[in-house]
């Protein structure tokens, strides 16, 4: 049986199509691949322009990708990429799942910001603003993208819970946590009673598993399901750089050349051979470690062209208790924290 047929999220697989996943225990289904739409509006790439990223969108639909997950600071300027995707949807806006973000600094795009972006005032504004840029009356899963230091916890989550009983909100999610802030609110929610996040969406790949320290043992005591973002670790674990070769039309070699520098070009290598002995890209290794992981629901990845789509929907496949044994040689997970 196939990794991902045994995952605890698994709740079926459509012939030709990333399978369906339960995000954590809640009601919602998403592909186990994910469309990243923070290309979608960005300069200096394919998608800048709203034609070529509606056909990526709708190449998304056709392979089977439901699950598309944009936010509020995405784009040439914020708001953009929701409009872009807004826009792209259409008419088949009811067949997928449209997550968005709020929380960042979205440059006044959604009224007045006094920097407590987790305030009431705040999340009644953002989610009116996305709303009108998606083009949409609902938001599948709307996402507190960084904690707000500057409001408690409690306030966030019962304006979130007015919008879920408002329809404008179906789940509630949140991004870029540490373990202590995931089990917070999930206990302020419990004593509140209010809706749960059901998601959390975290920085996590092969080459950086500092994830597993706190983030994925607290999802999976809290039956959370995991978006990791960065899944090919900014272009490394794509195949296409070496230790010796970096493409000049790179993203890395344009915009971060220092990640070349402290690349680990070793590790990278043995993972490339331990692709190649099993005729597989590195991308599809890189993939499907991620979606064996069994707090994993989605694996968030962006796209720019029709063909990155088609290689994606396909990327996730089967890899043995011994791959993943062999993977975890390659890059060890992160040696844990001693509490005691």
């Known amino acids: 049986m196939s990794t991902y047929l045994s995952h605890p999220l698994f709740t079926h697989a459509p012939s030709d199509a990333p399978e369906q996943r339960r995000l954590g225990k809640s009601g919602l289904t998403v592909s186990a691949i994910g469309l990243g739409c923070n290309n979608l509006g960005r300069p200096q790439t394919a998608t800048e322009d709203l034609e070529v990223s509606s056909t990526v969108v709708n190449a998304a639909i056709d392979a089977g990708i439901t699950f598309f997950d944009v936010a509020d600071v995405y784009g040439s300027e914020p708001g953009v990429s929701e409009e872009f995707l807004g826009k792209a949807l259409g008419s088949r806006r009811?067949?997928?799942?449209?997550?968005?973000?709020?929380?960042?600094?979205?440059?006044?795009?959604?009224?007045?910001?006094?920097?407590?972006?987790?305030?009431?005032?705040?999340?009644?504004?953002?989610?009116?603003?996305?709303?009108?840029?998606?083009?949409?009356?609902?938001?599948?899963?709307?996402?507190?993208?960084?904690?707000?230091?500057?409001?408690?916890?409690?306030?966030?989550?019962?304006?979130?819970?007015?919008?879920?009983?408002?329809?404008?909100?179906?789940?509630?999610?949140?991004?870029?946590?540490?373990?202590?802030?995931?089990?917070?609110?999930?206990?302020?929610?419990?004593?509140?009673?209010?809706?749960?996040?059901?998601?959390?969406?975290?920085?996590?790949?092969?080459?950086?598993?500092?994830?597993?320290?706190?983030?994925?043992?607290?999802?999976?005591?809290?039956?959370?399901?995991?978006?990791p973002y960065f899944p090919l670790a900014n272009g490394l674990l794509t195949g296409k750089y070496t230790s010796g070769h970096a493409p000049e039309d790179g993203r890395l070699t344009r915009i971060k050349p220092g990640m070349l520098e402290t690349a680990p070009w070793e590790a990278l290598g043995q993972l490339a051979d331990f692709a190649r002995e099993r005729d597989l890209t590195v991308v599809q290794v890189a993939f499907s470690w991620l979606a064996a992981q069994p707090t994993v629901a989605s694996v968030i990845a962006g796209a720019t062209k029709v063909e990155q789509i088609e290689q994606n929907s396909q990327a996730i496949v089967p890899l043995s208790q011994e791959d993943l044994a062999h993977i975890d040689e390659i890059f060890p997970a992160p040696n844990k924290i001693a509490l005691f």
């Open 94 to 227: 009811d067949q997928v799942i449209v997550a968005t973000k709020f929380g960042m600094d979205a440059a006044g795009k959604n009224g007045l910001d006094l920097k407590a972006r987790g305030s009431r005032k705040y999340i009644m504004q953002s989610v009116e603003a996305s709303l009108r840029r998606l083009g949409t009356d609902y938001i599948d899963l709307y996402q507190f993208h960084t904690p707000d230091p500057l409001t408690p916890i409690d306030e966030t989550l019962r304006a979130l819970d007015d919008l879920i009983t408002a329809g404008k909100v179906r789940y509630i999610g949140h991004s870029n946590r540490a373990g202590w802030q995931i089990a917070q609110a999930e206990y302020v929610a419990r004593e509140l009673g209010t809706h749960r996040f059901v998601s959390t969406q975290n920085h996590y790949n092969l080459i950086d598993r500092r994830a597993e320290l706190e983030v994925t043992p607290a999802a999976r005591e809290f039956s959370l399901g995991v978006l």
